[in-house]
């Protein structure tokens, strides 16, 4: 989807932030949600492309909040998804912590995905030859896909050359709707940065890994 | 679906959720105070400046793990989640690797723990792809002209980690003297690593 978590390229956000050597978790409460999150998806039925896209749902104003608030709701929302708990009764709950005597709604029924795995972890072996060797050129497809995806919007409609293959692996276009781990080739597609932004570009080179189904010949 | 609602403060949100996951023993506070624990103590960038150092010493080494990340890295017991297939990439007097996740903030845990604010600062993520130089410029590593810049998209699950180069004045240093010059931003590629 065409979301705010798809930044590349963008010119709105000012300065980086200085690198700081601060702790993983500034507060306590990050720290805990770090685990929920990290647990979302065993605990939802999901997977960790199902999360991915439910952080990328979170809404932009909610986003921007900052990281382990998007992180946050994006496991509310997986577990939302799957009917372990419902928006309604998080906010209840939170209101009755902040000390407010309000009722709280039953649970859900737990509703989770049932798609078959094959096996632990996203890389597969797959039988088929890939369609595309190192030094190809390549055109990213113009897909807008209103799920998940990992194209990127500024590599689409750009011609790059084939630099690597990965290992294959569970395809998160499909995995993260619970569809089929559907295994793809992937690549490491390299760029020349004037091919991305323009002839006034900084010169440099991106490498950006694409699965097969986001590329075709360049002609 | 959470959008429609008024904001919720982040901390009360997540009381609330691991209030309600405890309830339905979906989570306990153990498991919570394991994974805390292993995040800000045992897994961090001191595993990758490892690696480094045992790169910068051991030739051997070296060649292994610009081969195959994963199992060099993997020997030393550096492994886990977010580091299924790690690639290496070698920084030199002509290129320099820098890496980013454009579209959430993927990172390699098991050799650099979680990603620093900056990391999946939007800022960050944004520009780097766009204007790496004038980034790099800003967090305070001016690259010499020559120097090819590549970035790294981490889109797919590769993750990357950058070899720094060895910085000059070293050549007496023990393994261990080399680890505690490693710094996560010149893993990342963001800066270079300097002799105090």
Redesign the interface.
Known sequence: MDGI???????????????????????P?E??????G??AAR?SGGNLHAF?HA?E???P??Y??????RW??G???M??DSG??T?E???A??AR??GRDVPEPP?PTPHKPQMPSGGA???RPLESPPAFAVGDRVRVSDLHPAGHT???R?VRCRTGTVAAL??S??F?DTAAHFVGENPQH?Y?VDFD?RE??GPA???????????EPYLEPAT | ???A?E???????????????TE?G??DEA??ET??KT??QSV?PMNGAKVVAKAWTDPEYRARLLADGTAAIGELGFKG?QG??IVVLENTPTRHHVVVC????CYPWPVL??P???Y????????????????LR???LDLDDGV???????????RYMVLPERPAGTEHYSEAELAALV???AMVG??EVAVP
């Open positions: 978590h798809d930044v590349g390229g963008m010119q709105c956000f000012g300065q980086v932030p200085p690198l700081t050597a601060a702790p993983p978790f500034a507060e409460w720290g805990k949600a770090f685990v929920i990290a647990l605990i991915r952080i749902r979170v809404p104003q909610e921007l909040v900052g990281y382990w608030n946050t709701i496991a509310q929302t577990m939302e372990i708990v928006d009764e998080v906010r709950r939170a912590l902040a649970p972890g996203n890389l990992r194209l990127p500024y990965q290992p692996a569970v998160p992937c490491t940065s991305l932004w570009a900084e010169p440099f080179r991106l490498s950006i890994e694409l699965f | 679906m959470t959008s609602s904001p919720l403060d982040p901390a009360l949100r997540v009381e609330a959720l691991a209030s309600l996951l339905r979906l989570i498991t919570i994974f805390v995040y800000e961090g989640p299924e297939h454009t579209l959430c903030s723990g979680l620093p604010a900056w999946k600062d939007p800022a960050y993520r944004s520009r780097v792809v766009r204007e790496p130089r004038q980034v800003e967090f305070g090819e810049i590549q970035v790294h998209d981490s889109s797919s699950e590769v710094t996560r931003d963001v800066a």
